[in-house]
């Protein structure tokens, strides 16, 4: 007899740990389907906590109709499907269908040192990479258990804070151009620009810099940048108020937004929505007041609140931050304290570069930290921010190697995309895109 010469075959994880088998998802499971559980009818009629609306149970099946929006359209600020069950004009249930971007970020996470880390998550929520970077970074440190020096959480503040306005201006133009005002996405882009050319000076990046590093910034701020700065702040006020002129009392706006896309706030709690989303269903919840970070608690600001939860309230409520955003830059700018813009343990930060040229120990200590990384004591730990769409987190466990042991994001629109069910129940077809758009969700913070 031949000897059976075959070997055996062994799966090996890479992360070393015991995982559940993986099963994989079929698109048909993810669709509305004619027998859903109570729980999950429920839900997709938007009543699990208040239903807003009655209906008629006893309409025919025969007619309602399931359509797909998406994954690829244009109004769905992504690449999200919505399954909606419509009744002639009227959406009976909602649900949205995520998963296609597919990016893996937080797999990826675990490739990568600490130090190579805000690359990662800085490209996730791309409107916000700045937030990114600093709730990452924020949780490194709670493990290196470091504190970034003054000027280092002065900066963090100051450029969080111009992204936050950025990422508002983007929400208003595409929120607007979505509803049919056009002018707001011409004005919203425009206004941009000026804080990404800023911003572009200071990191070298218009997008996805990974400034804000482990330890305090990359670099200090750019010659002459209060010049900058100043005239954000003299031009940006002049220009908000020019959006309410257009807006505010604009039949046709507040005939599409007036108790369109309506969360009430027992609604937005039950299901952990935060951000613009929630404050607007009149919630006074902020990170920066509750769980202050990077000493932004020193600075005088509002916390803006609407009171119907609906588009038109979302949208005020971004117009209004944008001004108390530009509250808190002002009075970083004229408080802006001197000294290291990182903290001076070469352990963790590289380097000056005039010193690899000048000394063999520097010149080996930078390829090693780039090459290597630092090491991160053993343990776990969770960092927050108040990013423009909620509570953006990161969880990070160290097994004290120089590579997280594994990373997760708890990312703000993932979780307001659950109330979408709720705010679209029995709405008309028409009022799908402003109850998206108010959301301002980003998928790549969902598809992380």
């Known amino acids: 007899m031949t000897e059976d010469k075959r070997t055996d075959t062994i799966d090996i994880w890479v992360a070393g ?27 997709q009629y938007g009543s699990v906590v208040d239903d807003d609306y009655l209906f008629d149970d006893e309409v025919s099946e025969d007619e309602r109709m399931v359509i797909n929006m998406g994954p690829q359209h244009p109004s769905t600020h992504g690449v999200l499907r919505l399954q909606i069950e419509l009744e002639g004009e009227v959406i ?25 880390g805000t690359t990662n ?7 916000s990479p700045f937030h990114g970077e600093l709730a990452f970074s924020l949780a490194t440190e709670k493990l290196l258990g470091i504190e970034v020096p003054p000027r280092a959480a002065a900066i963090r503040v100051l450029m969080t804070e111009l992204n936050r306005i950025t990422s508002h ?11 049919g ?16 050319a800023f911003f572009e000076k200071t990191t070298g990046l218009r997008m996805n810099h990974n400034y804000i590093r ?13 010049d900058d700065v100043a005239a954000i702040l003299a031009e940006m006020p002049r220009r908000v108020r020019e959006y309410d002129d257009l807006l505010q009392y604009n039949p046709v706006w507040l005939a599409r937004t007036k108790g369109v896309g309506v969360i009430t706030a027992e609604e937005a709690v039950a299901y952990s929505i935060t951000g613009p989303t929630l404050r607007a269903t009149g919630v006074d919840w902020d990170l920066r007041k509750v769980f202050p970070y990077s000493g932004i608690d020193q600075y005088e600001f509002e916390v803006v609140t609407g009171e ?4 038109y309230d979302r949208y005020r409520v971004r117009v209004d931050e944008i001004a108390e955003s530009l509250k808190i830059v002002s009075q970083v700018m004229d408080t802006m304290p001197k000294g290291d813009y990182r903290i001076p343990d070469r352990k963790i930060t590289p380097p000056p570069r005039a010193r690899i040229d000048e000394s063999m120990e520097a010149l080996i200590h930078h390829f090693k930290l780039f090459t290597e990384g630092f090491k991160v004591p053993p343990g776990e730990t969770y960092a927050a921010v108040e990013s423009p769409r909620g509570e953006l987190g990161c969880y990070l466990v160290s097994d004290g190697g120089p590579k997280p042991y594994r990373m997760h994001t708890r990312a703000p629109s993932f979780y307001n995309l659950q109330g979408l069910p709720i705010a679209m129940a029995d709405s008309l077809m028409a009022d799908t895109i402003a109850t998206i758009a108010s959301l301002d969700p980003v998928m790549g913070d969902v598809d992380r």
Do not use: C
Request: no cysteine.
């Open 17 to 43: 740990t015991e995982e559940p088998e993986f099963q994989p998802t079929f698109e048909g499971e993810q669709e509305i389907g004619p027998e859903e559980t109570g729980g999950r009818l429920a839900e």
């Open 92 to 116: 009976r249930r909602t649900k949205p269908i995520i998963g296609y971007l597919h990016t893996g970020m937080e797999k990826t996470a675990e490739q990568l040192t600490f130090g190579q």
């Open 121 to 127: 998550v800085t490209r996730m929520d791309y409107l």
């Open 169 to 179: 201006l983007v929400a208003l133009a595409t929120g607007g151009m979505d509803i």
């Open 181 to 196: 005002a056009i002018s707001m996405m011409i004005y919203g882009f425009r206004e941009r620009e000026s804080i990404l």
């Open 214 to 226: 482990p330890g305090g910034v990359a670099a200090d701020l750019p010659a002459g940048w209060k």
């Open 308 to 311: 119907n939860g609906d588009v």
